[in-house]
């Protein structure tokens, strides 16, 4: 809180979601490793085939947050919102796990 209020310019608490990615040797392998991560809850996984033929799938949360705290140096939001902030994004780090 310290920090945050000294600051001079934008701040933004953002948590990132979980991402694997799993280099497959066939398409058939990455198709089935997709269709598993989707049923398990994991919407936002995908595949991707590079120029080479290398074959990536991305199996990703959803579980993502991105919030302004304060503009120009000008906090926005209270203290106690921040502290409910980082009681969600711990209970989304614990969903990764």
């Known amino acids: 809180m310290t920090a945050l209020k000294k600051g001079t310019g ?3 608490f ?3 979601p979980f991402v694997l990615h799993v280099l497959c040797r066939e398409l058939q ?3 089935l490793l997709h269709s598993v991560a989707i049923d398990s809850g994991f919407r936002n996984s995908g595949i991707t085939v590079g120029r080479g ?3 990536t799938m991305a199996v ?3 579980h993502c947050l991105e919030v302004p705290l304060s503009h120009k140096g000008r906090l926005m939001v209270s203290e106690e919102y921040i502290e409910f902030l980082v009681h969600v994004a711990n209970q989304k780090m614990e969903e990764n796990i």
Do not use: H, L, M, P
Request: no cysteine; charged share 40%; net charge neutral.
């Open 10 to 12: 934008d701040v933004v």
């Open 14 to 16: 953002k948590f990132e």
């Open 29 to 31: 392998d990455a198709q």
């Open 53 to 55: 033929g290398k074959i």
């Open 60 to 62: 990703r949360s959803t």
